[in-house]
């Protein structure tokens, strides 16, 4: 599959997702029978995309766990989920597993880099947050020059 292919397969499969939510009004539709019936005339018009309901055309997270009982497939863009603390939510009683290498099969990698990702994304949301002080206190200092 090309870029282009995956990129209008991915794009048709969310659209159906937001056909589902604003034209059908089911805010809660995930891909049941609204969203195939959607996938389905998209593919009808356009047999060369594939609106699949695997998970590959969602928008990855760089962590997902998966739960052991429904298969359900969380995604965080930390490691947020502690499976050890964690149930699946859909079915309260799935252990959820990590799909991601864990401390045990990257010990040494993930010691040395994960703290100096936390300091340094700190560090960058204060400094934008900086930047957004400045830019208001110069705006609203121009303002009344102005007036
Ligand atoms: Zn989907
Ligand atoms: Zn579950």
Known sequence: MD???????????????????VIDDKI????????KTWASRVMKI?????VSIKHNYEISYP????????????????KS???????CGACKTGVLIPLFPTKQSAHAVQNSSEPKDKISSSESDSDLEDVAVK???????????VD
């Open 135 to 145: 830019f208001l206190t110069k705006a609203l200092t121009s303002t009344s020059i």
């Open 63 to 78: 962590f997902e766990w998966e739960c052991q009982l429904c298969s359900k497939v969380y995604g965080r863009f930390s």
């Open 3 to 21: 870029c282009d292919e995956r990129i209008r397969n991915t794009l048709s499969h969310e659209m159906c997702h937001l056909a589902t939510w």
């Open 28 to 35: 809660n539709e995930h891909h049941g029978k609204f969203f």
């Open 81 to 87: 989920i502690r499976p050890d603390e964690c149930f």
């Open 46 to 50: 356009h047999p060369d995309i594939d």
